[in-house]
T-cell receptor, first 114, second 115 residues
Framework: DQQVKQNSPSLSVQEGRISILNCDYT??????FLWYKKYPAEGPTFLIS?????DKNEDGRFTVFLNKSAKHLSLHIVPSQPGDSAVYFC?????????????FGTGTQLKVEL | ETGVTQTPRHLVMGMTNKKSLKCEQH?????MYWYKQSAKKPLELMFV???????ENNSVPSRFSPECPNSSHLFLHLHTLQPEDSALYLC??????????????FGEGSWLTVV
């Protein structure tokens, strides 16, 4: 049973517009969430994280929103740039017992078009 | 220089071969990991080491044998693999914190093809 789900395998956005990537989770013990970006033939690169005590975390063009009641988080990228084209993975872990075990989603391929 | 380096980046091996993947982290972290990424599947955790001690073996077949001689180095020894073991193998590290909230940093991966 997949505990972290990214239901959109791909997303296409125009340059300069907002990209919104979504992630749902089922395990209520998760309380730390991360987004990673992956280019082909490279390892995932950490982008941004959020703990469950917050509902929003911002870093430059990237903002992560967390809706605990809906068990949903999203990554907003604005403005989107062609270099943002990559696969984005959502990951989650529990702060208590197993904090170093990340559960990943299957990823969303973002394509930013000119 | 990246924080987590893996060698080799690409490896082709026969089913009867023995080979090893190597990982080194330069971040001063105390935990290291092996993950596997197969096509169309989520990243799968294979092994976790904290302070050189293995703390997690995620039901990985014995044909994969990890070794962690110190907190900076991690190996994955491979023997009698199957073609379905072909995948991207990712090493990662983190500073394991007792209150959780760890951020894991990945290497660039080793592409393994078993023929």
């Amino acid at each position: 049973d997949q505990q972290v789900k990214q239901n959109s395998p791909s997303l296409s956005v125009q340059e300069g517009r907002i990209s919104i990537l979504n992630c749902d989770y089922t395990n209520s013990m998760f309380d730390y969430f991360l987004w990673y970006k992956k280019y082909p033939a490279e390892g995932p690169t950490f982008l941004i994280s959020i703990s469950s005590i917050k509902d929003k975390n911002e870093d430059g063009r990237f903002t992560v929103f967390l809706n605990k009641s809906a068990k949903h988080l999203s990554l907003h990228i604005v403005p989107s740039q062609p270099g943002d084209s990559a696969v984005y993975f959502c990951a989650a872990s529990g702060l208590t017992g197993g904090g170093n075990k990340l559960t990943f989603g299957t990823g969303t391929q973002l394509k930013v078009e000119l | 220089e990246t924080g987590v380096t893996q060698t080799p980046r690409h490896l082709v091996m026969g089913m009867t071969n023995k080979k090893s993947l190597k990982c080194e982290q330069h971040l001063g972290h105390n935990a290291m990991y092996w993950y596997k990424q197969s096509a169309k599947k989520p990243l799968e955790l294979m092994f976790v080491y904290n302070f050189k001690e293995q703390t997690e073996n995620n039901s990985v077949p014995s044909r994969f044998s990890p070794e962690c001689p110190n907190s900076s180095h991690l190996f994955l020894h491979l023997h009698t693999l199957q073609p379905e073991d072909s995948a991207l193998y990712l090493c990662a590290s983190s500073q394991d914190l007792p209150y959780g909230g760890n951020t894991i940093y990945f290497g660039e991966g080793s592409w393994l093809t078993v023929v």
